[in-house]
């Protein structure tokens, strides 16, 4: 068993990980709480023999948000208006996941206004990948001024592009073609 093994009931018959040194166990829901003033910080820290705070990861009361550190340099901050991103170099790299089973899914990203009662939508980008389709793949630009936002410019993974639902330039195989009269 491990060093310490907090028991409040049979969680069924499942065996803590080997290398956990707390294992918390129950037949309901199980939580770790800090308790904290306040104005304090509650969280963990993960290191090793070059470095005893290597990362951490850490809820602030005085602030009321949660900050995620790796390496020493804080990458992850979220607070009410949402996550934050903070990189070293020059590239930000997130990654949108839907799989629903089907070979098909789509990711977005939405730039938010509060409208007059809640967060309206103003812009946003959707790729997703379609099943059935001859354009399997696409990528939508879209924009709004009434939290209802409409596609603008839409890419295709054929490199077909379309503005306003009439096509800009299509892919010949060699080069793109620019079709100017929308």
Known sequence: DQLLHVHAGSAGSVSANSNADLVIEDNDHAFLQFLTPADKVAGFYFGDANDNDVGSMFYDHNTNHVELNISGTQVMNIDADGPKFSISGNDLYVDLFSDS???????????????????QTVAGIVMQQETGTTRKGEMLFQ?????????????FNNKDVQVDGRIASYYSGSSHVAIRAL
């Not at 089907?102 to 938010?112: A, D, K, P, W, Y």
């Open 101 to 119: 089973g089907s070979n098909q899914g789509s990711g977005s990203v939405r730039f938010l206004t509060d409208g007059s009662s809640a967060n």
């Open 143 to 155: 924009v709004a001024d009434n939290g209802n936002p409409a596609t603008a410019l839409k890419i």
